[in-house]
């Protein structure tokens, strides 16, 4: 097998592999970009934490004490 049919037959692999990963539901992190779903969660926990706090929670009020 020359060189060509190598490389072909390399890309063709590729190509199986990644469309066989995407039907199996297989997610690949990408680490070149923030994940913006991170920050709107500890919003989240954060304005539940207050909601504890509001219902008398003494370890919710702390928790926010200690993250100001």
């Not at 592999?17 to 680490?31: C, I, K, P």
């Not at 934490?49 to 003494?58: S, T």
Request: charged share 25%; hydrophobic share 45%.
């Amino acid at each position: 097998m020359n060189k060509t049919m190598r490389s072909a037959l390399s890309r063709v692999l590729l190509v199986a592999v990644m469309a066989a990963s995407y039907w199996a539901g297989v997610e690949v992190a990408d680490h070149r970009a923030p994940e913006p779903n991170v920050f709107s969660f500890n919003d989240g926990f954060r304005d539940a934490k207050w909601d504890d706090c509001q219902q008398g929670y003494a370890a919710a009020c702390d928790w926010l004490h200690d993250r100001r």
